[in-house]
C-alpha cells in the first residue's frame, strides 16, 4: 500500500538557524500536503504542491515537490521559536497518507 | 474555509463502554474524513463519511468497531465501540478539499476528541 516516509523524526533546531524535513513515497502522487501540528493542537494545513517540481514558498518556509512527484521537502530559515511544533506532510494518491512528521524544538 | 467543531473535546471512559463524538462544520460538505491520531504518533485515515450510504472503512478499521453516521452534509458522529485501552487516542474530523485561489485545495481538521481509557 501507499507509504509516506518522513524524516528526521526529531530536529531540534538553534534560534536563527536553518532545517529541512524530507518526505519520500513509495509510489507517484498526485499531490503532497504540507501540515503543522502545534502542542496540543490538531493539524493546520500549510500548503498544497500539485505539479512536478514545484516550490512554493510562504515567508520563511520553502516547499518543493521533486520531479518525479514522490518526494517533497520543507526547508525553514531563520527559525524562531513560533516554529515550534510537529510538521507533517501528506501524500495523495487516492486518500491522504500521512507521513511520521517532524517534531521540531527551539533552543533561543 | 469551513470551521470544524467537535464534542466532547475529550473523554475518559471505562472499558467495554461506547463513546460518540460528533463533528459539526459550518457549511456542506461534500467529503468528511475520521482520523485517529495515538499519542505522539502520526494520523490513521479510519473511514470516509458518506453522506446517504455506509462509510468506507480503511484497513484495519471495521464497521462493529467505529460505526459511523452522516445524516446530513454538515454532521457526522463517530462512535467508538467496546473500548480498550488501546482505544485511547485523538479522534479528528477532517473535511475537504476546499479549492482555494489559484487552483490548490486545502483539508481543514477539527480540534479532536482526546480519549482515554481506563
Known amino acids: 500500500g501507499q507509504q509516506v516516509m518522513q524524516i528526521p523524526q526529531y530536529q531540534h533546531v538553534q534560534e536563527g538557524e536553518d532545517f529541512t524535513t524530507y518526505c519520500n513515497s513509495s509510489t507517484t502522487l498526485s499531490n503532497i500536503q504540507w501540515y503543522k501540528q502545534r502542542p496540543g493542537g490538531h493539524p493546520v494545513f500549510l500548503i498544497q504542491l500539485v505539479k512536478s517540481g514545484e516550490v512554493k514558498k510562504q515567508k520563511r518556509l520553502t516547499f518543493q515537490f521533486g520531479e518525479a512527484k514522490k518526494n517533497s521537502s520543507l526547508h525553514i530559515t531563520a527559525t524562531q521559536t513560533t516554529d515550534v511544533g510537529t510538521y507533517f506532510c501528506?501524500?495523495?494518491?487516492?486518500?491522504?497518507?500521512f507521513g511520521a512528521g517532524t517534531t521540531v524544538t527551539v533552543r533561543a | 474555509s469551513a470551521v470544524i467543531s467537535q464534542k466532547p473535546s475529550r473523554d475518559i471512559c471505562q472499558r467495554g463502554t461506547s463513546l460518540t463524538i460528533q463533528c459539526q462544520v459550518d457549511?456542506?460538505?461534500?467529503?468528511m474524513f475520521w482520523y485517529r491520531q495515538q499519542p505522539g504518533q502520526s494520523l490513521t485515515l479510519i473511514a470516509t463519511a458518506n453522506q446517504g450510504s455506509e462509510a468506507t472503512y480503511e484497513s484495519g478499521f471495521v464497521i462493529d468497531k467505529f460505526p459511523i453516521s452522516r445524516p446530513n452534509l454538515t454532521f457526522s458522529t463517530l462512535t467508538v465501540s467496546n473500548m480498550s485501552p488501546e482505544d485511547s487516542s485523538i479522534y479528528l474530523c477532517?473535511?475537504?478539499?476546499?479549492?482555494?485561489?489559484?487552483?490548490?485545495?486545502?483539508?481543514?481538521f477539527g480540534p479532536g476528541t482526546r480519549l482515554t481509557v481506563t
Open positions: 501528506a501524500g495523495q494518491v487516492n486518500k491522504l497518507s
Open positions: 457549511s456542506q460538505v461534500t467529503m
Open positions: 477532517s473535511v475537504g478539499p476546499f479549492q482555494l485561489a489559484g487552483g490548490s485545495y486545502e483539508q481543514y
